[in-house]
């Protein structure tokens, strides 16, 4: 299926190699496949428009990453460039409390920690590691076109920095460009999710206070009217700073942006204690429509893996593992295909279904972080069937096991519907009212 059949002189124009697999895109999902693909013995191109390393937002990794960095075998090498993270914590100064999740105490005991890091540093790992591993890696080149033809071969035609073309024929595409979602957009199938829409405005900052008194590492989130503030400490003594709502709330901005950070983060108090003596590092960076998803992730000798196919909003740090953990099972399914493709079918239909599943349970707690009834709970966590744990293995990204359907989620899930109904009737619980209702889900 040509994406822009008018390519098809230059393609044959330009000196044609070959290759198993062609992946578009050397982020955390391309460096990811290209790495175990190789490893097996692959022939991989692995393609990235950006020379490593390069600044990416997405700095705070869960316990789940470190099961694909064991497949990679780079656990110690995530560990030297990270600070070690034991958990999230949760702030709401209209609740004048705070919480801590601490991932040891989840329902999967297998991976309890995980690590913040500068994403420059480590998708320069990751794409160093594909290269180790074998896969021929390119930087500084840009994919202009792919001719979909499974029969044939599909052709992909790509632009280094010089402006020189290159083409290769391979037998299998995987589209692992992020939020460029190439072949998404070319085949005009990504949609923008309306439930939500929201935006993001972060910079980097040293000399940012603790919340304690010593940082602990965990990842901490600041919630407010409009929306939330995540904090993650970085190595460096560095914190990342973001602040995500709305489009209305980016709207009534009328200076410069660092001066609407600035700003937001005065006006919130437990924020603006810790950002009192805080300098910022970088330009604050803006971005929105933060939340899609393509209608199809799968096709005849291609897929999308990680952000080229859908992403959701970042509050409970998922982007990094979605991408590693797709990119992990959509390389084993690629694999089966290029042996045999009847065989790769019931593979690929688990594939695409594991990883909808994931991100279905993890929205399910995305799109409702600004809704009152769930803030209440995360500010009064019960553990009534382990509904805390539950909670916990969803925040520590145990989505791919099906956490989604065990008791401790429905009971949490069945709690939060529970006060729901009783805020329609005009009762908002405290702590012991809270208690009745989780003792009745």
Same mark, same amino acid.
């Given at each position: 299926?040509?994406?822009?059949?008018?390519? /098809?002189?230059?393609?044959?124009?330009?000196? !044609?190699?070959? &290759? *198993?697999?062609?992946?578009?895109?050397?982020?955390?999902?391309?460096?990811?496949? #290209?790495?175990?693909?190789?490893?097996?013995?692959?022939?991989?191109? =692995?393609?990235?428009?950006?020379?490593?390393?390069?600044?990416?937002?997405?700095?705070? =990794?869960?316990?789940?990453?470190?099961?694909?960095?064991?497949? !990679?075998?780079?656990?110690?090498?995530?560990?030297?460039? $990270?600070?070690?993270?034991?958990?999230?914590?949760?702030?709401? *100064?209209?609740?004048?409390?705070?919480?801590?999740?601490?991932?040891?105490?989840? %329902?999967?005991?297998?991976?309890?920690?995980?690590?913040? @890091?500068?994403?420059? *540093?480590?998708?320069?790992?990751?794409?160093?590691?594909?290269?180790?591993? $074998?896969?021929?890696?390119?930087?500084?080149?840009? @994919?202009?076109?792919?001719?979909?033809?499974?029969?044939?071969?599909?052709?992909?035609?790509?632009?280094?920095?010089?402006?020189?073309?290159?083409?290769?024929?391979?037998?299998?595409?995987?589209?692992?460009?992020?939020?460029?979602?190439? !072949?998404?957009?070319?085949?005009?199938?990504?949609?923008?999710?309306?439930?939500?829409?929201?935006?993001?405005?972060?910079?980097?900052? +040293?000399? @940012?206070?603790?919340?304690?008194?010593?940082?602990?590492?965990?990842?901490?989130?600041?919630?407010?009217?409009?929306?939330?503030?995540?904090?993650?400490?970085?190595?460096?003594?560095?914190?990342?700073?973001? &602040?995500?709502?709305?489009?209305?709330?980016?709207?009534?901005?009328?200076?410069?942006?660092?001066?609407?950070?600035?700003?937001?983060?005065?006006?919130?108090?437990?924020?603006?204690?810790?950002?009192?003596?805080?300098?910022?590092?970088?330009?604050?960076?803006?971005?929105?429509?933060?939340?899609?998803?393509?209608?199809?992730? /799968?096709?005849?000798?291609?897929?999308?893996?990680?952000?080229?196919?859908?992403?959701?909003?970042? @509050?409970?740090?998922?982007?990094?593992?979605?991408?590693?953990?797709?990119?992990?099972? $959509?390389?084993?399914?690629?694999?089966?295909?290029? *042996?045999?493709?009847?065989? #790769?079918?019931?593979?690929?239909?688990?594939?695409?279904?594991?990883?909808?599943?994931?991100?279905?349970?993890?929205?399910? =707690?995305?799109?409702?972080?600004?809704?009152?009834? =769930?803030?209440?709970?995360?500010?009064?966590?019960?553990?009534?069937?382990?509904?805390?744990?539950? !909670?916990?293995? %969803? %925040?520590?990204?145990?989505?791919?096991?099906?956490?989604?359907?065990?008791?401790?989620?429905?009971?949490?899930? #069945? &709690?939060?519907?529970?006060?729901?109904?009783?805020?329609?009737?005009?009762?908002?619980?405290? #702590?012991?009212?809270?208690?009745?209702?989780? +003792?009745?889900?």
């Amino acid at each position: 299926m040509p994406l822009d059949a008018s390519s /098809t002189e230059s393609l044959s124009g330009s000196e !044609l190699r070959t &290759c *198993d697999v062609l992946i578009i895109g050397g982020g955390p999902a391309g460096s990811t496949a #290209a790495a175990i693909l190789a490893a097996k013995g692959r022939s991989v191109v =692995l393609i990235e428009k950006d020379r490593h390393p390069r600044f990416h937002i997405g700095e705070s =990794l869960l316990p789940q990453n470190l099961r694909v960095f064991d497949t !990679l075998g780079i656990r110690e090498r995530v560990a030297a460039i $990270g600070v070690y993270k034991p958990g999230a914590r949760f702030v709401s *100064d209209e609740h004048g409390k705070h919480v801590t999740f601490n991932f040891a105490q989840g %329902l999967n005991q297998a991976y309890t920690y995980s690590y913040q @890091v500068k994403r420059a *540093d480590l998708d320069a790992l990751l794409f160093a590691r594909a290269r180790e591993l $074998g896969a021929e890696t390119r930087e500084g080149m840009r @994919v202009t076109d792919v001719q979909l033809d499974s029969a044939r071969g599909h052709r992909i035609l790509a632009t280094d920095a010089e402006g020189e073309q290159h083409a290769w024929h391979a037998r299998f595409v995987i589209d692992a460009s992020g939020r460029d979602t190439f !072949l998404a957009a070319h085949m005009q199938v990504k949609q923008r999710n309306p439930h939500n829409n929201t935006a993001a405005m972060f910079a980097h900052f +040293r000399n @940012v206070a603790p919340f304690a008194e010593a940082e602990d590492g965990n990842i901490t989130i600041h919630l407010f009217e409009h929306g939330w503030f995540w904090m993650i400490p970085l190595p460096g003594d560095v914190m990342s700073v973001g &602040c995500v709502s709305n489009q209305g709330f980016f709207k009534r901005r009328t200076g410069e942006i660092d001066d609407f950070l600035a700003a937001t983060i005065a006006a919130t108090p437990s924020m603006a204690r810790r950002m009192a003596n805080a300098e910022r590092m970088t330009p604050t960076t803006m971005t929105g429509n933060y939340s899609y998803a393509s209608k199809t992730m /799968t096709g005849d000798g291609w897929l999308m893996a990680g952000d080229a196919f859908a992403f959701v909003d970042p @509050v409970f740090s998922s982007g990094v593992l979605l991408a590693m953990a797709s990119a992990e099972m $959509g390389a084993e399914a690629v694999d089966t295909w290029l *042996d045999d493709r009847a065989a #790769a079918v019931p593979q690929m239909r688990a594939f695409e279904h594991k990883v909808r599943r994931a991100i279905g349970s993890l929205s399910w =707690l995305i799109y409702k972080i600004n809704d009152p009834t =769930l803030r209440d709970m995360f500010m009064e966590p019960r553990n009534r069937f382990r509904m805390r744990e539950g !909670l916990v293995s %969803l %925040l520590a990204g145990d989505v791919h096991s099906n956490t989604n359907r065990q008791l401790p989620v429905i009971a949490f899930k #069945a &709690c939060y519907y529970g006060l729901k109904v009783a805020r329609w009737f005009g009762y908002r619980p405290g #702590a012991k009212g809270m208690e009745r209702i989780s +003792r009745a889900a």
